[in-house]
């Protein structure tokens, strides 16, 4: 049950941040639902990417395997959602310049 804890920190953090920033920029909204998955999987993505980079990796890694040895480990899981909330802004951000690209050349 730990170990799932983490995850979940980063798909909600990946949602805030996926219909924070369709808040904040209209021509990137892809309605509450889209916001909200676009969002998500940027999360989880996001921070997988994070763990990857040297200088983030301790941030955003050591929750898993805090939660493996039964402790959970409350920076490495605001790490995890800070990291959710940035790459699920930034997915949703490029999947609404995408859809309005594609709705441009469409028409």
Known sequence: MEAIIPILVQLIGGGVGGNGIAAVLKQVNLGPVGN??????GGWLGTWLAGMIPGLSGLVGSAAAAAGTGGMDIGALAGQGLTGLVGGGILTTIAGLIKNATMKSSS
């Open 36 to 41: 909200t998955i676009a969002g998500a999987i």
